[in-house]
């Protein structure tokens, strides 16, 4: 086994619990810039690679991946021997005497934690350093393997430390016994636990710390200790972020846990594959997929191949050479892809539009790291049919390194400057003399940083790592992720003229170190004349400084050429006629007519492209004359071979019953065509038969026969459709024989002859005059009568019964008429009942009081009564009469109403149900006796005029009111009135003339 690399998480601190107690990290403190972290003066000194070579190293000549194999060549290994550091580090210390320090934690720390980097055993500019910078196994080893396996994460620091730390080389160093080993334990990801598994025959821990991104945090996030970031002019107190690449990898989905997780170690470590592989030369534990290779691959694959023609005497040139493959490799198989897309055709005179699309396929920005001199680009070239070049954008020029800025390049690198440098208030990234800047240990503002963001990106709004001027959209809006690709459109000019068919490249380049970083670094040299450089070679020391050794070897080994990191190659469509189109859709791109989609013409060409001639009829389909006669006189203009001509819409043909000429003879319809054949007419009876004849273009059934006059001989004469209709030569009247209304016959057509046809069937005998059941006599038994009937007379002669008589039927009365009495019937058959009171007329007495008790015998409803010769009425004062037949004779309060004095005449008046008065206000109650009675001398008939009626109130006090002529109602038997109010009676005791 075992290795704690398939648990694929994050290294918590819980974790350091594994590491002994007896492990204590030295606690010095070095000075202000480089505090946190093991200090230099250990107790246990970084031993040399070389020694670990013994065991892990050159013992596979087939394989060569053991791990100091591997790491010989890698930059890691090399970190101290970067001549690019070296130049660098003289400015750093130019800027701010001392920073040194700070660098060669990271590049040297051999040297660095022997405390040769600073006074009194060394110095910051290195010169301290043991060792010759061409020979192995000295401080110029870089990051090696004794100081990578005794990294730890701290599981007890100092107060106010943290257990670990990524950034700015602050790593702590195991410098303990391990376990009563006299040495520090080697920390590495294998626990020895699986079966058969040997232990190494050193001390050693199991680390999963090594296994975790968090180690390589140490050194690839590199953070300012003199400047803070400065963002639009506000200082953000954020310490400056020189380098972010941990970060950044932090930032994208590769740092989650799931099935995208993916380590530093994962992408620059891969494991072996190959069977058997082994990490010592004692060939035990096969780690066959489970063996990091120490290749520490990044993208600078021209440092060493620099190293290996200038430091011959270090022996690594196999080593080398196989880490500038390995770059190489990473650079162009693992780094981007580029898409190139042409969105038009090329047109000669106009620009193409063309868009390239570079996707980041890397776990950090594109590029990342170091930032100084570092950069990629896209170089767009154009060229024409015969593979000339006719347009380039990012052009470079191998001769000198000089990149074009032309004014469509896209060049994607970091820019550090320092805030108002020049007094313009704004970052600046350039000198007063417009050249660019590289001031590592002064940097503060970012001028732009376009680098491509790796993939799920999540440090958009991240003011360390966020794009500066210079925008990536998110992947979806509020997705919180940046795409990991950019898009840069191009407009190609295509020259007149231009030869097709245009091709366009797109290739991606990445430059570990440019010419402006070069400039940048002899320029400081000379102007500020830096020391010579004092680190010795085999030869003896250079005799030039540190800036003008490295621009010796840029210009010596390619100049940093740059590395062609992807490409897509599209061949465009040329639009030479400027159509619009081109080829192969346009067919003809020498004539701007013709292309797709364009009007065809009636040219003998194909104008639209679509692979036909003159298809559609161009020009063509107006009517025309032919000059013929008949049908093949019209014709339509068709386009023929290029041209119009009126063609026929008929040809000749046999003649048809169609009313044309069919046969262009100049006749129409002649010799009867498709006539004389035996037809139906269609008509029923003596016409149905016929002869086709051609009439006004129509062929038609004419009949043989004409119709005529029906006759009864079973045969529709006059082809209606009916036979024998209307009964032809029939209707004269016939004696059948018989008896009775029997012997009436009608002449009928019947199967075409006249027969004598019964008018009459016989029937029971009805009292009409006629033998009806045709057995020779008449209404025989009063057929029909019997039945009681109304005569139709009055009175008791209205009963009868019903008696046949002359053929009709008769009510017989059954009781003849009489004298009337009184009897409540009409006895002699007048419609009157007892009229003219028969037996009355004798005086009687009513039994009523005053004048109402004097009558007459009235025969009324079959019976005598004694009605009142006088009715009662108002009491008339001083007649001794009592006119009111109350038994009170000229009484005083009945006479007190009275106006004797007043005569009146009372006109006809109208009656009407209801009468109603308007009450005086305040009368609410009025005294009413008595009724008033109309005179026997007034008019009988209504008329329109108004009564006026005087009434005494309670309190005695008269008023009057007018009584509308509508408001008279009478009473029953006479000319007697009431008169009412809406809400109470009133009666009225007097009238006076309105």
């Not at 104008?607 to 032919?626: A, K, L, R, V, Y």
């Not at 006059?709 to 079973?714: H, L, T, V, Y």
């Not at 109603?916 to 008329?943: N, Q």
Request: glycine share 12%; hydrophobic share 30%; aromatic share 6%.
């Amino acid at each position: 086994m075992s290795r704690g690399k398939r648990q694929k998480n994050r290294f918590v601190s819980a974790l350091a619990a594994v590491v002994l107690a007896a492990l204590v990290p030295a606690a010095a403190i070095a000075g202000p810039l480089t505090d946190k972290g093991t200090q230099p003066g250990l107790n246990h000194p970084i031993e040399a690679s070389g020694d670990c070579s013994l065991c892990h190293g050159n013992f596979d000549a087939q394989l060569h991946v053991e791990p100091w194999t591997t790491w010989a060549g890698s930059m890691m290994a090399q970190a101290g021997r970067d001549p690019l550091f070296w130049a660098a580090l003289d400015v750093a210390n130019n800027d701010a005497p001392g920073a040194g320090d700070f660098c060669l934690r990271c590049h040297t720390p051999r040297g660095w934690l022997a405390e040769r980097s600073e006074p009194p055993l060394g110095s910051e500019d290195g010169c301290g350093m043991l060792g010759r910078i061409d020979e192995p196994d000295n401080d110029f080893d870089g990051i090696n393997c004794h100081l990578c396996h005794r990294m730890m994460i701290n599981p007890s620091p100092p107060a106010g430390e943290q257990n670990v730390y990524t950034e700015n080389g602050q790593y702590w160093i195991d410098d303990g016994d391990c376990g009563g080993q006299f040495e520090p334990c080697r920390h590495g990801p294998y626990d020895y636990l699986g079966a058969g598994e040997s232990p190494p025959p050193h001390a050693w821990v199991y680390s999963a710390y090594h296994e975790d991104s968090l180690i390589c945090g140490n050194c690839h996030n590199v953070t300012s200790p003199l400047e803070t970031l400065i963002d639009g002019g506000i200082d953000t107190g954020i310490p400056f972020p020189i380098e972010r690449t941990f970060r950044e990898w932090e930032s994208s989905s590769y740092s989650a846990l799931g099935p995208g997780f993916v380590t530093c170690q994962n992408c620059h470590m891969p494991d072996a594959q190959d069977d058997p592989v082994y990490a010592s030369s004692f060939l035990s534990n096969n780690r066959t997929g489970d063996m990091p290779l120490h290749y520490f691959v990044g993208g600078n694959a021209w440092i060493p191949d620099v190293l290996r023609q200038e430091y011959p005497n270090l022996g690594l040139s196999s080593e080398l050479t196989a880490t500038r493959n390995l770059a190489l490799d990473l650079l162009q198989n693992d780094t981007a892809t580029v898409d190139l897309a042409i969105l038009e055709p090329a047109t000669a005179g106009q620009p193409m539009d063309v868009e390239v699309t570079v996707t980041n396929l890397s776990g950090h920005k594109l590029p990342t790291g170091y930032g100084e001199g570092r950069r990629m680009w896209i170089n767009v070239q154009a060229q024409d049919g015969n593979s000339q070049l006719i347009w380039e954008s990012g052009a470079y020029d191998a001769a000198t390194g000089v990149l074009t800025h032309d004014s469509q390049a896209k060049i994607y690198l970091v820019e550090q400057g320092i805030w108002n440098y020049n007094g313009t208030n704004e970052c600046d990234a350039a000198d007063a003399l417009d050249r660019p800047m590289f001031h590592f240990v002064l940097g503060n503002c970012i001028a732009i940083d376009n680098r491509i963001p790796p993939l799920g990106f999540t440090g958009g709004n991240d003011p360390q790592i966020m794009p500066v001027n210079h925008s990536y959209p998110e992947t979806f809006p509020g997705s919180g992720e940046l795409v990991n690709y950019d898009v840069t459109p191009y407009a190609v000019p295509i020259p007149p003229g231009v030869v097709p068919p245009v091709t366009v490249t797109a290739t991606l380049h990445y430059q570990t170190t440019s010419k402006d970083y070069i400039d940048f670094l002899f320029n400081e040299a000379i102007e500020n004349s830096f020391a010579d450089d004092c680190i010795e070679r085999s030869a003896g020391f250079p005799g030039m400084t540190r800036a003008e050794v490295l621009k010796g070897m840029w210009e010596a080994y390619g100049r940093s050429a740059p590395v062609d990191v992807a490409a897509d190659v599209v061949a465009a469509a040329t639009d030479l006629d400027g159509d619009g189109f081109a080829p192969p859709a346009d067919c003809n791109d020498g004539d701007d007519q013709i292309f797709p989609g364009a009007p065809e013409l009636c040219d003998n060409a194909d104008n639209d492209c679509d692979s036909q001639i003159d298809e559609g009829n161009p020009g063509g389909g107006s009517s025309c004359g032919t000059g013929q006669q008949g049908v093949c006189a019209q014709g339509t203009e068709q386009c023929i071979s290029g041209g119009i001509q009126c063609v026929a819409n008929n040809s000749p043909a046999t003649e048809q019953c169609n009313g044309l000429d069919d046969d262009c003879d100049g006749q129409t319809d002649e010799n009867n065509p498709g006539g004389g054949g035996s037809c139906s007419t269609g008509i029923p009876g003596a016409c149905s038969d016929g002869t086709l004849q051609c009439n006004s273009g129509v062929l038609q059934c004419i009949p043989d026969s004409p119709g005529s006059a029906e006759i009864c001989d079973g045969i529709d004469n006059d082809c209606d459709g009916g036979v024998d209709e209307g009964n032809p030569g029939g209707g004269a009247g016939c004696n059948t024989g018989q008896l009775g209304v029997c012997a009436s016959g009608v002449q009928q057509c019947t199967g075409g002859a006249l027969v004598c046809t019964q008018q009459n069937n016989p029937s029971p005998e009805a009292c009409n005059g006629a033998d009806d059941d045709c057995d020779g006599t008449v209404d025989e038994n009063n057929p029909g009568g019997g039945a009681s009937c109304s005569t139709g007379l009055q009175g008791v002669c209205s009963d009868g019964t019903a008696l046949c008589s002359g053929g009709n039927l008769i009510c017989e009365p059954d009781t003849t008429g009489s004298a009337e009495v009184c009897d409540g019937l009409d006895n002699d058959c007048d419609g009157t009942v007892d009229e003219d009171n028969p037996g009355g007329g004798t005086a009687c007495s009513t039994g009523q009081l005053g004048v109402c008790d004097a009558g007459t015998e009235v025969c009324q409803a079959g019976a005598f009564v004694c009605e009142p010769t006088t009715a009662a009425g108002n009491e008339v004062c001083g007649n001794g009469l009592d006119d009111d037949c109350d038994g009170a004779v000229d009484e005083e309060e009945d006479c007190a109403l009275c106006d004797p004095a007043d005569t009146y005449s009372l006109p006809t008046q109208t009656s009407r149900l209801i009468i109603k008065l308007i009450a005086t206000p305040a009368r609410d109650k009025v005294v009413a006796k008595g009724a008033f009675v109309m005179p026997d001398s007034s008019a009988s008939t209504p008329d329109t005029e108004d009564v006026t009626l005087l009434i005494a109130d309670e309190a005695g006090e008269f008023f009057s009111a007018t009584i509308p002529a509508t408001n008279f109602l009478p009473k029953s038997g006479g000319k007697k009135y009431d008169y009412k109010d809406s809400t109470r009676p009133y009666e009225f005791g007097g009238l006076r003339q309105g």
